[in-house]
């Protein structure tokens, strides 16, 4: 048992901090998604981290990562956290998907831009009908030649709206049972009958947007391995979404509880007896939460990730609730923190819902019988 | 014993139903915030609540219980014009023995007033100093307990976006108001309280609805989701809470008009205490069984999610009320 780091992890957390050392300040104001100048800014800082080695760096050294292992990963989003700097780019599932399954001239095509963040991709899994129930998604791929011709609507594609390339879950064997006839094919977001219609959420974040396919040709030669193991893919996937991943954003979470101490510990903030406690017993979920999701990286059984996301959702959900209540009246006049509330509920939402995470843990964990 | 609204007031509840719906229909949050409708209403809203006689409401004849059923309608769709505020203010000043002709101006929507309240909005301000004008979109004038009457600035940024709270411009005039005394004051307390429980039950019931209505229609897995237990558990909750909230309402209004002050203001509390922290729950939880589609800023949800805290906030949150009740039930030992 051991929660320090290994002498090689240490030493690649150094190297990480002087470099974010040398190149952080130019980046620490400015980023985001709010503005086409955020925007902008937030896509230099991809290219710089990535050009300085750190994106992706799990991926093989052949496809431009440096083959460690994911707790590299989750050092890095750590240490982004810890120095406030923006987060890394959200790539590590796409480059996953594309490095596990597609073959050697696709990676070849695609794989360089991705992880030298010169590209920027989307994931375009949800639809408007399939959102829970992912796998009844209606995009449909029909064979045409050494085509597919794409039809369909995807929606809450994050980054769409500036997105080169999109990584495209669709129904391409229209014989096969729903599971078995999903396919993932890379399309250029340029290609004609593509529109992108911007959503907006309710704390007015502007990541998002509906896609919509009429009629789209991509080459055959753009599918990810064979067709119909979509559904395979998109598995694996999830287990690169969060992980490593989860460490950066319980760093972001340490901040906000770091600026609420803060408040509390210099009076700024007024807190009576019980709403001190509450603080401290946010103190101890993210302590707790640390070391779960570290537990994860190198004891990962199979959902951890669900068990994980229903642990986040109810600590995040929870330091929210305790902000506001310290923020008092001032929560509802005008407090940045009223919009990262907003965000927190969407928490239990995302990536498969508080509901359908209980429910994978209930049955595939606990074994208890399907309903 | 008689709990729940006579034939007169239920019949009240159905036309404000009516013209609250027909108000929320002109107003939309648009597809950003920077495509939001206003929350000033149009001359045409604006003279819609005059002829319905919602501004002069108070200064009539009305018990607190009529007022909490407008109210509640208020909350229930959202509307975004400043008849709570109008409502606080005027009786504010008919208790500081306001003329009549002031009086009957509000009341016909000439005069547009806003209540003055601490910038903590736990109640109304003592003083201009380091206080706001609550829910003043489009109004003109608020006046401090001494009767000077102040120009309003620009709206304060807040997470409201159907009632705006603005800063207190400089002097514009001078009523001759007296101190309306202990008793007044408290029933005052007691009434911005009862309202703001009104406003949340109604934003709630709304949530609640919505989400029902969602859970019947939207399939996932070949079946509406609100035939999953999941979904149905959350629900059933939601409704203890809408319902536990509607008897917290009823007592807090039938004691603004039947006991005396202080205790009307205990139950007032006591009711706000309940109700504040239930009706964002619910407003949370409808954007839960929502899914994404409750997240986006086209959707109500937010709107009435924003609107219940605003609402929580108004006279104290459940933490401000408790503080005060704990004096009240278990005094100073044992601390
Ligand atoms: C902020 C945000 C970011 C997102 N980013 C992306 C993205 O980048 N890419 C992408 O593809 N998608 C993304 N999504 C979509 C997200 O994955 C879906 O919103 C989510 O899967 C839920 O689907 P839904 O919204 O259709 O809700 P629904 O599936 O309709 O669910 C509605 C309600 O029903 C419940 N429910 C559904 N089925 C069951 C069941 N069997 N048992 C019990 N309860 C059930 C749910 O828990 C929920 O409460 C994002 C969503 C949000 C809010």
């Given at each position: 048992?051991?929660?320090?780091?290994?002498?090689?992890?240490?030493?690649?957390?150094?190297?990480?901090?002087?470099?974010?050392?040398?190149?952080?300040?130019?980046?620490?104001?400015?980023?985001?998604?709010?503005?086409?100048?955020?925007?902008?800014?937030?896509?230099?800082?991809?290219?710089?981290?990535?050009?300085?080695?750190?994106?992706?760096?799990?991926?093989?050294?052949?496809?431009?990562?440096?083959?460690?292992?994911?707790?590299?990963?989750?050092?890095?989003?750590?240490?982004?956290?810890?120095?406030?700097?923006?987060?890394?780019?959200?790539?590590?599932?796409?480059?996953?998907?594309i490095a596990d399954f597609a073959g050697d001239e696709l990676k070849t095509r695609v794989l360089p831009g991705l992880l030298g963040c010169t590209s920027s991709w989307c994931q375009g899994f949800s639809e408007p009908g399939a959102g829970s129930d992912l796998a009844s998604l209606t995009t449909t791929g029909r064979r045409e030649g050494d085509e597919y011709v794409v039809d369909g609507q995807k929606i809450w594609t994050s980054g769409a709206m500036w997105a080169d390339w999109c990584l495209l879950l669709l129904r391409t064997e229209a014989d096969q049972p729903r599971h078995r006839g999903l396919s993932m094919l890379v399309v250029d977001m340029t290609s004609a009958g593509i529109e992108r219609r911007e959503i907006t959420l309710a704390n007015g974040s502007r990541e998002f947007a509906e896609v919509f396919f009429d009629g789209v040709r991509?080459?055959?030669?753009?599918?990810?391995?064979?067709?119909?193991?979509?559904?395979?893919?998109?598995?694996?996937?999830?287990?690169?979404?969060?992980?490593?991943?989860?460490?950066?954003?319980?760093?972001?979470?340490?901040?906000?509880?770091?600026?609420?101490?803060?408040?509390?510990?210099?009076?700024?903030?007024?807190?009576?007896?019980?709403?001190?406690?509450?603080?401290?017993?946010?103190?101890?979920?993210?302590?707790?939460?640390?070391?779960?999701?570290?537990?994860?990286?190198?004891?990962?059984?199979?959902?951890?990730?669900?068990?994980?996301?229903?642990?986040?959702?109810?600590?995040?959900?929870?330091?929210?609730?305790?902000?506001?209540?310290?923020?008092?009246?001032?929560?509802?006049?005008?407090?940045?923190?009223?919009?990262?509330?907003?965000?927190?509920?969407?928490?239990?939402?995302?990536?498969?819902?508080?509901?359908?995470?209980?429910?994978?843990?209930?049955?595939?964990?606990?074994?208890?019988?399907?309903? | 014993m008689e709990i729940g609204l006579d034939q007169d007031q239920r019949a009240f509840a159905e036309v404000c139903a009516k013209l609250a719906a027909e108000l929320a229909t002109r107003w939309s949050p648009g597809r950003g915030p920077d495509d939001t409708s206003p929350a000033e209403p149009d001359e045409v809203a604006w003279s819609r609540i005059v002829a319905a006689g919602w501004l002069a409401i108070g200064l009539d004849e009305a018990s607190v219980v009529d007022l909490t059923v407008l109210v509640e309608q208020l909350g229930y769709h959202t509307v975004p014009a400043p008849v709570i505020g109008t409502l606080l203010a005027a009786e504010r000043l008919r208790l500081g023995g306001a003329g009549q002709d002031l009086l009957d101006a509000i009341g016909g929507g000439e005069v547009r007033v806003a209540p003055l309240l601490r910038r903590d909005l736990t109640d109304y301000a003592g003083t201009a100093a380091d206080a706001v004008a609550w829910d003043s979109a489009g109004a003109e004038v608020t006046h401090s307990p001494d009767g000077t009457g102040h120009h309003l600035g620009d709206p304060l940024p807040g997470a409201d976006l159907t009632r705006r709270t603005r800063a207190v411009g400089p002097a514009a005039?001078?009523?001759?108001?007296?101190?309306?005394?202990?008793?007044?004051?408290?029933?005052?307390?007691?009434?911005?309280?009862?309202?703001?429980?009104?406003?949340?039950?109604g934003v709630m019931r709304a949530a609640l609805d919505d989400a029902v209505e969602h859970a019947r229609n939207r399939t996932q897995f070949?079946?509406?989701?609100?035939?999953?237990?999941?979904?149905?558990?959350?629900?059933?909750?939601?409704?203890?809470?809408?319902?536990?909230?509607?008897?917290?309402?009823?007592?807090?209004?039938?004691?603004?008009?039947?006991?005396?002050?202080?205790?009307?203001?205990?139950?007032?509390?006591?009711?706000?205490?309940f109700v504040a922290p239930a009706?964002?729950?619910?407003?949370?939880?409808?954007?839960?069984?929502?899914?994404?589609?409750?997240?986006?800023?086209?959707?109500?949800?937010?709107?009435?999610?924003?609107?219940?805290?605003?609402?929580?906030?108004?006279?104290?949150?459940?933490h401000h009320q408790l503080r005060h009740l704990t004096g009240r039930l278990l005094g100073e030992n044992g601390r």
């Open positions: 048992m051991d929660f320090a780091d290994t002498p090689e992890v240490a030493r690649f957390r150094a190297g990480l901090r002087a470099w974010l050392a040398g190149h952080l300040d130019e980046y620490r104001h400015g980023t985001g998604y709010h503005s086409d100048a955020a925007l902008a800014a937030t896509l230099r800082w991809h290219r710089a981290l990535a050009g300085a080695g750190y994106v992706a760096v799990s991926l093989p050294a052949e496809y431009g990562g440096r083959g460690l292992p994911d707790v590299y990963e989750a050092v890095i989003n750590e240490e982004l956290a810890r120095a406030q700097a923006p987060a890394a780019p959200p790539i590590g599932h796409i480059a996953h998907a991509v080459p055959a030669a753009n599918l990810v391995g064979q067709a119909g193991i979509g559904w395979r893919i998109a598995m694996h996937m999830l287990t690169y979404e969060r992980g490593p991943a989860d460490m950066g954003w319980v760093g972001r979470l340490g901040h906000v509880l770091a600026a609420a101490v803060e408040d509390v510990r210099t009076g700024r903030c007024a807190a009576d007896e019980p709403l001190r406690r509450r603080l401290v017993a946010c103190a101890v979920n993210i302590d707790v939460l640390r070391w779960q999701v570290a537990r994860s990286l190198v004891d990962r059984a199979g959902v951890a990730a669900s068990v994980d996301k229903l642990l986040t959702t109810r600590i995040e959900q929870e330091l929210f609730r305790v902000v506001g209540d310290l923020a008092g009246t001032g929560f509802v006049q005008g407090d940045d923190r009223f919009d990262e509330y907003l965000w927190s509920r969407a928490q239990s939402i995302y990536g498969g819902t508080q509901q359908i995470q209980r429910q994978i843990v209930a049955q595939r964990v606990l074994g208890l019988p399907r309903g | 005039g001078h009523l001759a108001l007296t101190d309306p005394g202990t008793e007044d004051r408290l029933r005052l307390t007691a009434l911005g309280l009862t309202l703001a429980t009104a406003d949340l039950l070949g079946a509406p989701i609100g035939s999953f237990q999941a979904v149905q558990q959350l629900a059933a909750d939601c409704l203890v809470s809408v319902e536990a909230s509607r008897s917290a309402l009823f007592h807090s209004a039938w004691a603004a008009d039947a006991l005396p002050a202080d205790e009307a203001v205990a139950a007032a509390r006591t009711a706000k205490a009706a964002v729950e619910v407003c949370e939880t409808a954007i839960q069984l929502l899914g994404g589609i409750g997240m986006t800023w086209e959707s109500r949800a937010h709107v009435r999610l924003r609107r219940a805290h605003a609402s929580r906030a108004l006279f104290g949150d459940e």
